[in-house]
T-cell receptor, first 112, second 113 residues
């Protein structure tokens, strides 16, 4: 099993640019989670999907952030326009209803 | 709402020392409890879990017991190694919130040889 796959692993972009982060969950898992990790705020849940449907997006910081899950094997997190305060490590995790979440390696985003 | 409180770090120990990382929680229902570990540059990995009161989760020499009376789930290891240096997160999942996890702030563990 390849585990949760995230791309890119590192992203450096300029303020105002659009950023798209990608995630492929573990096959057969029906829940997908997007987290953001910073030194200041720790690990924050941004949004999660169950069976491709967004269940709770209360953690999405503002309208600049959007997430989609068009099918069971792919999800995106988009930031438009990006700002320096969005710099963080973004994790995707998936779960098969067992409450055990499997995390990807993360995408380190730097916005200059 | 549900919350998890962990002891602040960093915790610095010598190799073969005894480890305790405290974790307490508040929840409205009957949560499952977890410890996750994050090694440098990696995502979080499940270390152990307990799904009901008095359950003991264990893995790789680490243990934690679900104590409902004290709402605690402290992580322990009898003899730490340098390779245990990582960030440890306590978390809970309350069925009333689907399978969303609520994480503590994390505790940095540094083990010196």
């Amino acid at each position: 099993d390849a585990g949760v796959i995230q791309s890119p692993r590192h992203e450096v972009t300029e303020m105002g640019q659009e950023v798209t982060l990608r995630c492929k969950p573990i096959s057969g898992h029906n829940s997908l989670f997007w987290y953001r990790q910073t030194m200041m705020r720790g690990l924050e849940l941004l949004i999660y999907f169950n069976n491709n449907v967004p269940i709770d997006d209360s953690g999405m910081p503002e309208d600049r952030f959007s997430a989609k899950m068009p099918n069971a094997s792919f999800s995106t997190l988009k930031i438009q326009p990006s700002e320096p305060r969005d710099s963080a490590v973004y994790f995707c995790a998936s779960s098969a209803d067992s409450y055990e979440q499997y995390f990807g390696p993360g995408t380190r985003l730097t916005v200059t | 709402g549900d919350s998890v409180t962990q002891m602040e770090g960093p915790v610095t120990l010598s190799e073969e020392a005894f480890l305790t990382i405290n974790c307490t929680y508040t929840a409205t229902g009957y949560p499952s409890l977890f410890w996750y570990v994050q090694y440098p540059g990696e995502g979080l990995q499940l270390l152990l879990k307990a799904t009901k009161a008095d359950d003991k989760g264990s893995n790789k020499g680490f243990e934690a017991t679900y104590r409902k009376e004290t709402t605690s789930f402290h992580l322990e290891k009898g003899s730490v190694q340098v390779s245990d240096s990582a960030v440890y997160f306590c978390a809970l999942s309350d069925r009333g919130y689907g399978n969303k996890l609520v994480f503590g702030a994390g505790t940095i563990l540094r083990v010196k040889s």
